[in-house]
């Protein structure tokens, strides 16, 4: 593998936007788009909606579908979500790249964390700078500048930047798993470690939300006719933070414990939510198994449990495929003089979903930044160009067939 007259001139390309890349990162960042900021969201969408019409690509708004999630009363409740944003160029290919990334954040409407400062070393300190709409922009230069090489026709490529990741993609699951299934490979742009190391191996990751109603009473008057579901949630939730340690990788997160009321009434509601993270599918079979057991056995007479929730993120191991890619992608690198190494993460994202179905991928191809859901975020200015080159070289080489996309996606289906 080496840089062709062709490929440095998609590499120009990218260095020669530097201050673009850099400069929408920065107004998308100042525009809250928490999850649940409706507002917010629609007014990033409308942003990226239009720097995507600057591609020889279709745009597309695609609605997504709405969830369910359980108020801290134990009420159940439809919850609608923003549209994705989906990008498509020459989809009759032969080879098909998926891109994707999330335009929502951590960071709620009402957060003091709200604007882009640089700080005294340099690097940008913002809302979202790293996570990543940072990365969005890395993609958007990567696929701008690969438009000018003169073997992309051989390369269909979409991009889907959803709404809903850092809520676990309730909303846009399904148009990951389909994007993943007719893929022959998949970059994603969540940030990288600050070394530029990439995230090799994930661990799946469960939601649940356990709903205990028990029986209201006076605390006083009459104390024996009531059954507390407080208690009852308590009683659950070392039930459940005893699995610990109990399978190889597999941890348990009691997260938190609502309900209940005033002190002279016996609680007659509370809700425990817990996540779980699993190396393997063998060990997302026993821990689910295990939840539901938990939730089938009210711990005394008189309460009923509703568990709502399960797997958001399957666990992404580190198969043939996604070692082949990698290897890959380290050769690029050095090309470009970046050192890539990976290893294993036991966060989840988007990747998760789209090797689940059958999609290999790397999925930290973001900027180098750190401190991430905090207001301590930042990126290193640096590394938009530097990880924009990567992706377009990534890209070029798929076009000349020196990484070969059919390949790896052949061996992830057979281990499918």
């Known amino acids: 593998m080496r840089i062709l007259t062709s490929d440095q001139a998609v590499l120009d390309h990218v260095a020669a936007r530097r201050e673009a890349i850099i400069g929408r990162t920065i107004d998308w960042a100042n525009i809250n788009s928490g999850s649940r900021n409706a507002a917010g969201l629609n007014a990033v969408l409308d ?65 003091r964390f709200q604007t882009v400062q640089t700080r005294a070393d340099g690097a940008l300190n913002g809302p979202g700078v790293a996570d990543m709409k940072g990365g969005i922009s890395v993609l958007l230069a990567a696929l701008e500048a690969f438009e000018t090489h003169p073997d992309r026709h051989g390369v269909g490529w979409t991009v889907l930047l959803s709404p809903d990741e850092e809520i676990g993609s309730p909303a846009s699951a399904p148009l990951l798993a389909e994007l993943g299934a007719r893929g022959h490979i998949g970059l994603t742009y969540e940030p990288a470690l600050a070394d530029g190391t990439l995230a090799g191996a994930r661990k799946g990751s469960g939601n649940y939300h356990l709903i205990v109603t028990g029986r209201a009473a006076h605390a006083g008057r009459a104390f024996e006719d009531g059954r507390n579901a407080v208690a009852g949630a308590a009683v659950i939730a070392a039930a459940l933070h005893g699995l610990n340690g109990q399978h190889e990788g597999v941890t348990v997160n009691v997260a938190k414990i609502s309900g209940g009321g005033a002190l002279n009434v016996v609680a007659d509601n509370a809700v425990v939510r817990f996540n779980v993270r699993v190396p393997d599918k063998a060990a997302a079979d026993w821990i689910d198994a295990q939840v539901r057991a938990i939730a089938a056995t009210p711990p005394f007479e008189g309460l009923s449990l509703d568990l709502h929730g399960g797997f958001t993120r399957p666990p992404k191991p580190m198969d043939a495929a996604q070692t082949a890619l990698f290897e890959a992608v380290k050769e690029a690198g050095a090309l470009l003089g970046q050192p890539i190494a990976w290893k294993p993460s036991g966060g989840v994202c988007e990747g998760n979903n789209l090797h689940a179905a059958g999609l290999p991928n790397i999925d930290t191809l973001g900027v180098r930044g750190g401190d991430i859901h905090s207001d301590q975020e930042f990126a290193w200015p640096d590394s938009f160009v530097e990880r924009a080159q990567l992706s377009a070289l990534i890209l070029c080489k798929v076009a000349s067939g020196e990484i070969d996309a059919a390949k790896l996606k052949s061996l992830r289906m057979e281990t499918l």
């Open 47 to 111: 942003a990226l909606d239009a720097t995507a019409r600057t591609l020889p690509a279709m745009v597309e708004r695609i609605p997504t579908q709405g969830s369910t999630s359980v108020a801290d009363d134990g009420s159940v409740r439809t919850e609608a979500h923003a549209d994705a944003l989906k990008i498509t160029a020459r989809p009759e290919a032969p080879i098909q790249v998926v891109l994707t990334g999330h335009y929502d954040t951590v960071f709620p409407a009402d957060s």
